[in-house]
Structures are given as structure tokens and as C-alpha cells.
T-cell receptor, first 112, second 110 residues
Framework: DAGITQSPRHKVTETGTPVTLRCHQT?????MYWYRQDPGHGLRLIHY???????DKGEVSDGYSVSRSKTEDFLLTLESATSSQTSVYFC???????????FGSGTRLTVV | GENVEQHPSTLSVQEGDSAVIKCTYS??????FPWYKQELGKRPQLIID?????GEKKDQRIAVTLNKTAKHFSLHITETQPEDSAVYFC?????????FGTGTRLQVFP
């Protein structure tokens, strides 16, 4: 769908371990975003990128880092996973007009 | 700060009735207001959007209204059907990003 894929789709990891989620796009869009979705909180922005090596923080960036070394890939890293980071993570790319977003299929992360 | 409030959190209607979901935003500079529908286990998908130079936009059974002075915008669904059951999110633009409301779970009963 609109050339955006997330991997893995599901992951279970232990507290304190590092985890990296990948978002890949095939359409050369400049803007990419990472959101987390939790019941009662909707979609909250973690980090976003406006170009290669250009990133900025969102609403809930503590405990997360990102990297974008090439246009097509935007990586989200949890340096030391905690149970509070159990969530569904969505990547999005800006595809239509100035702000039209297309979301990936999501990654369900469970930290035990 | 950047904030979008959405109400109600849950909404139950009878098939054929109308449903209204309301959002408010904090930044008067916001100029783009999309609505997303998310079915269970799926990704959010854009259903309608409105820009700040327009007061109302309609697409078949759904419509969105915007009151810039009050910083309010609303989603209206008429003649609801069971397939409209989903979680709906509003969002507002803040510079380069979208900030989302907390979502409304709409249930349409046959």
C-alpha cells in the first residue's frame, strides 16, 4: 500500500534489550514519521524525519532514537526496552498534498 | 503546546442515525485537518480532510466542518451503517507534523 512496509510485524523482547524497528518506503518521499498507538492515547508522535540525517522529536521521544541514513529507510530504536514501551508502532509517510499521510501496517511490540 | 482534544471517546448509534465527533486544537496556525478511520487490527486510513480556507467539505455520507475562530472541527456521518463501526481519529497540522486526537470508537448497531 503506497510502497510502505514495516518490519517486523510482531516482536516479543525482554526488558533491557535493544530493539530496532524498520520502516521502508519505495516512493522517495521526504517526510517519514513514527507513532505509537495505545488504548486511550490515540496516535502519539515519537520522532519524525524531513530528509536524510534530518530528524526531530515528537511528543513522546524519551527512550527512543531514530536514524535515517538513506531516503527509503527510517529506523526506530529502543536502546533498552521497558514494559511501558509495549505498544503498536506505526510508521507513516507524507504522500499527498502538503500533509496527506499513508500509514504502514504497524509493528506490535511486547516487552516482557 | 500542541494539543488536539477529541470527544466523545465512545459513541453508539442505531443504523441509519447520524454520528458526530468533535475535536478542538490548540495552535491557531494549524491549517490542515484530516480524519482517519481505523478498523480492528488495521492501519489508520484517511477518509476526509479539510484545509483552513474551507468551512465545510462533504463526501457522500461523511462531512467535515471547521470553525477556525473557535478552533473546532467536526466529523458528521449520516445514515450510518454497520460497516462504519471503527475507531475514528481527528488530527491537526503543526508545522511539519500531524498531532492526533485520542480517538472515538463508533459502534453502529443494526
Amino acid at each position: 500500500d503506497a510502497g510502505i512496509t514495516q518490519s517486523p510485524r510482531h516482536k516479543v523482547t525482554e526488558t533491557g534489550t535493544p530493539v530496532t524497528l524498520r520502516c521502508h518506503q519505495t516512493e522517495n518521499h521526504r517526510y517519514m514519521y513514527w507513532y505509537r498507538q495505545d488504548p486511550g492515547h490515540g496516535l502519539r508522535l515519537i520522532h519524525y524525519s524531513y530528509g536524510v540525517k534530518d530528524t526531530d522529536k515528537g511528543e513522546v521521544s524519551d527512550g527512543y532514537s531514530v536514524s535515517r541514513s538513506k531516503t527509503e529507510d527510517f529506523l526506530l530504536t529502543l536502546e533498552s526496552a521497558t514494559s511501558s514501551q509495549t505498544s503498536v508502532y506505526f510508521c507513516a509517510i507524507r504522500t499527498g498534498g502538503p500533509y496527506g499521510y499513508t500509514f504502514g501496517s504497524g509493528t506490535r511490540l511486547t516487552v516482557v | 503546546g500542541e494539543n488536539v482534544e477529541q470527544h466523545p471517546s465512545t459513541l453508539s448509534v442505531q443504523e441509519g442515525d447520524s454520528a458526530v465527533i468533535k475535536c478542538t486544537y490548540s495552535d491557531s496556525a494549524s491549517n490542515y485537518f484530516p480524519w482517519y478511520k481505523q478498523e480492528l487490527g488495521k492501519r489508520p486510513q484517511l477518509i476526509i480532510d479539510i484545509r483552513s480556507n474551507v468551512g465545510e467539505k462533504k463526501d457522500q455520507r461523511i462531512a467535515v466542518t471547521l470553525n477556525k475562530t473557535a478552533k473546532h472541527f467536526s466529523l458528521h456521518i449520516t445514515e450510518t451503517q454497520p460497516e462504519d463501526s471503527a475507531v475514528y481519529f481527528c488530527a491537526a497540522s503543526f508545522t511539519d507534523k500531524l498531532i492526533f486526537g485520542t480517538g472515538t470508537r463508533l459502534q453502529v448497531f443494526p
